[in-house]
């Protein structure tokens, strides 16, 4: 069984190693997952064993575009031996929840153009590809498609 629920800063260390875990260059910073934890206009969102092990987590954002809040998707990610299983579905789910009650319609999100695996992910939980493309956006030089998802529309 895994438990959905909102992290705290009692998993800061649990969530950079996750972190660390699931992407290479990209690893969010300690303090950058301390800030998100902490400020009142992010959701972060662990999936848990009983145990207490935390296996996955979500890191959504909002801010006002042209008066109109808006949530992003800013982090996601699994453990490698706990894939295929449903629980990013779950945490998109949960997470999507969370941005509904707050009253946020639109969702967006960035990936990379080369992790075809995500991007069929996000299609399966409804978001669509923009056309444009954002050049350079990674570190690395590689760029990024935007992936939307107007609740208001489904
Ligand atoms: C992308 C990721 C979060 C998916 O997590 P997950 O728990 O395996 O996803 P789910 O089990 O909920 O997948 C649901 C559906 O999405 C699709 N999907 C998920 N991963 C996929 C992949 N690698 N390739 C193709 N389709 C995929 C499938 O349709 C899947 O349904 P199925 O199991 O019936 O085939 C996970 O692979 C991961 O952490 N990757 C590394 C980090 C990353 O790339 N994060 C996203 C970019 S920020």
Do not use: W
Not at 44 to 59: L, Q, R, S
Not at 113 to 130: E, P, V
Request: hydrophobic content about 35%; aromatic content about 10%; some cysteine.
């Amino acid at each position: 069984m895994v438990n959905y629920c909102k992290a705290t800063l009692l998993d800061l260390f649990a969530l950079e190693q996750l972190e660390k875990d699931c992407f290479q260059a990209e690893a969010f910073s300690r303090r950058l997952i301390k800030n998100l934890l902490i400020n009142s206009k992010s959701a972060v969102f662990k999936a848990a064993e009983p145990t207490g092990k935390i296996i996955g987590n979500i890191i959504g954002t909002t801010k006002k575009e042209n008066s109109t809040s808006v949530g992003r998707i800013f982090s996601l990610c699994v453990l490698g031996q706990y894939r295929k299983i449903g629980i990013a579905s779950q945490l998109v789910k949960t997470l999507e929840e969370e941005f509904s009650s707050r009253g946020i319609k639109k969702v967006k999100l960035e990936v990379n153009t080369n992790n075809t695996g995500a991007q069929r992910f996000y299609k399966h939980c409804g978001y669509l590809k923009s056309p444009a493309v954002l050049h350079n956006y990674y570190r690395d030089g590689s760029d990024a498609h935007v992936m939307t998802k107007d609740f208001s529309r489904s």
